[in-house]
């Protein structure tokens, strides 16, 4: 290989004394350097560029360190030989890494700034004249300008997968298996992100008329979203498409005996739970483990996956409350009032035990006839 340059569209930003490259391989980290002398020899692959000509103007630990530098951007996917096809090019990251290394860049931004207090904004000030408040309007207006735009393809989005899953305006009677997972319940609408039957995100709102649905069924999903910002709003969206009598059935995880467990010290149930969940660390303490279950999570970037929140039954009980259900219960595994809710067999984790238990906590609420909350 002799000339090389930086792929279209590589991000490459040369600011503020540092140059950061972005990776464009799944789990390979960005280059960073803020070597003067590096940046500017690097900055010159902008355009094809020789590569043993343009090392013949470095000497010494300089050179050794600039070529393992173009060694690291070739194999992270940014330079590339000119005119390479683009099956060649290394692939873009898929959109969800580079939201979670986005999430850690904005967690690690918020450290630095409340780290270096009011000498971040003196010191921009100085030094470019734009304060620390204006360079983050930019970023923050960056970031809204896109949501934005994607907020205006929902409507068409949903309405095209609607029409092919024959629900309408008049639709009724319907049943919502929301946070479906792979698990898709026949006859019902299974609702997912992207890959589902009906791909949506849940905190957009329901794309269906108030009282238009007979049953919900919803299995590890709500741990998943921020309670209560997030968890009440949508619980009150679920009401609202329920039709009075309609019946709603909540599976999660029981945080109560996650609890009664560490109390009591029940090495055999932290034994268990670690088998059943193998993804996590084997050697970790019961406080870990359960406080990793719970949603304390490792670092910022799995912020979409991991678990937020973790309930007992009082605590879903009063959510439910809050949202106007009545008639809340506690449910066990497939024993429901409702015939046709009798699905947690479906549900991927929902069948689980330890200690020859269910770990979930099952609970069914309905929506008051009158459509009052009482
Ligand atoms: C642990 S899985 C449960 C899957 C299935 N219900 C089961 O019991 O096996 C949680 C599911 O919730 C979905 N989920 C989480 N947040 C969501 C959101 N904001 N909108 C739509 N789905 C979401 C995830 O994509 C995932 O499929």
Redesign the pocket.
Known sequence: MSRLVFVPGAQVEFRGGRALVRSRIADRPDFQTDQPGLIAWLARFAAPVDLDLAAQDLAGPGREIALRAVSYLLDIGVLVEPGASAAAMAPAPAPDRRLSALSVSVYELACDVLGLGPAADTALTERTGIGLDARLAAISGQVESLRQELATMRGPYLSAQLRALGVGPDSRDLQLH??????HLPGWIN???HPAPLA????WGLPFADGSVRRVF????LE??FYPNDVQPFLAELQRVLAPGGRIRV?VPDIEQCLRAYAENDDEFFRERRELWPGGDASSTRLEHFLAYAGAGPDPAHI??AHKFGYDFETLARALARAGFVAIERSGYMQSRDAGLRVDEN????GAMHGGRHYSLFVEAIKPETGVAS
Do not use: K, M, Y
């Not at 549900?347 to 929902?350: F, G, N, P, R, T």
């Open positions: 929301v946070g479906c997972g792979p698990c609702l997912d992100i949506t995100n849940v905190l919803l299995s590890h999903l998943h979203l599976v979409f996956q549900s991927e984790v929902a």
